[in-house]
């Protein structure tokens, strides 16, 4: 049920059969959590796992297109509705006890949801998933933040085939009274053609179009130089995940990974965990990868792709003014911890001369 070692990276592995293990991974997972009490509970271990590894807020992308779940005695379904009041339930149980313990910075604003569905379905049924987007973001203001189209680039339907619909949405939205941006997967890719042979059709320029506010990997990117200076203009943030890059079989190692030219582009990048529960990892671990994966990293990278998680994350402005400072907070923290943890090993020959103790 996860990507092992041997399945990645065994010599005859290629990219679409590293999807097609991710996609049977996924369709195994889901089985296993299709009743209602395992939906509960698998919520409640995701948020405190979430916790452990210092995340003190999140935005996922679950994939909704199941519509209903099994109640635990089958004699009910639970829909989209129901399955989001649990999510929110289980936040409030976790925040509730973390505020009677006097450590609610560790988990402040919760999580919110982007609502994902796959590219590769009809225009017919993208009309009613984008409905049901806007039923479940009116219900639930607060939790949905988002609209996202996931699955392999390349292969047919790409953003443009549904810009109809999705531009039907947007005006949906705006007579609704409320804000759904969309976060696109794009540049997913090395082929960048939208499932096609035209090097044009690339799912980079619908994404930009459409006005997407956050891209989902944005790998193949640095292909356009111009739309480069576009994204930056427009503020758009890339979500970049390594190790999925690597098992996914865009990059050989982390090493070989685009991430450096990225941020030497001046493009804002923030660091993600993409599917953890399949690719055994999280987002310490993604840290971890960055940091040995080029020379050139350092603390004061890993800070700022810390602090462009918060400047691009779904928070209104008084939200992200407190995320700073419990930020700031725990970062002193962790400097303070390095240097007497590690401190002695440096010789006074080794320190920089300008250097100040945090």
Avoid at 128 to 134: G, P, S
Avoid at 231 to 249: A, D, F, R
Wanted: glycine share 6%; hydrophobic share 35%.
């Amino acid at each position: 049920m996860i990507v092992t070692r041997h399945r990645a990276y065994h010599d005859r592995q290629t990219t679409n059969g590293a999807w097609a293990c991710f996609n049977q991974g996924t369709r195994a997972f889901k089985g296993l959590l299709n009743y209602q009490s395992i939906y509960r509970w698998y919520i409640g271990e995701m948020i405190q796992s979430l916790i452990d590894d210092k995340i003190i807020y999140a935005e996922l992308r679950p994939m909704l297109l199941d519509k209903t779940i099994p109640s635990d005695d089958g004699m009910e379904l639970v829909d989209h509705s129901a399955q989001m009041e649990i999510v929110f339930e289980e936040v409030q149980k976790k925040q509730d006890e973390l505020r009677r313990m006097n450590r609610l910075d560790e988990f402040p604003f919760g999580l919110k949801i982007i609502y994902c569905t796959p590219r590769s379905i009809s225009s017919e049924l993208m009309v009613k998933e984008l409905q049901n987007c806007l039923h479940l973001k009116k219900k639930f203001p607060d939790l949905i933040c988002g609209f996202d189209l996931v699955g392999a680039e390349d292969r047919p339907r790409n953003i443009g085939s549904f810009a109809k619909e999705l531009v039907d949405f947007t005006h949906a939205c705006e007579r609704e009274g409320v804000s759904v941006p969309f976060m696109f997967h794009a540049g997913e890719t090395l082929l960048d053609t939208g499932g096609t042979k035209d090097p044009d059709n690339s799912n980079l320029y619908d994404a930009l179009l459409l006005q997407s506010k956050r891209i989902g990997h944005g790998y193949s990117l640095l292909k356009h130089p111009l739309l480069v200076e576009k994204y930056k203009k427009g503020n758009i943030c890339l979500e970049v995940c390594p190790t999925s890059n690597e098992l996914l079989h865009l990059c050989g190692n982390v090493r070989q990974h685009i991430l450096p030219e990225l941020l030497a582009a001046g493009l804002h990048c923030t660091l993600n965990a993409d599917n953890p529960n399949l690719f055994s990892n999280s987002l310490s671990y993604e840290f971890y990868q960055v940091m040995v994966g080029d020379p050139r990293m350092n603390l004061y990278g890993w800070k700022q792709l810390a602090l462009w998680s918060i400047e691009h994350a779904c928070l209104n402005a008084t939200e992200q003014q407190r995320a700073k400072d419990i930020f700031d907070r725990k970062w002193q923290e962790f400097c303070h911890w390095v240097v007497e943890m590690y401190g002695h090993t440096l010789t006074t020959s080794e320190v920089p001369a300008n250097a100040t103790r945090p």
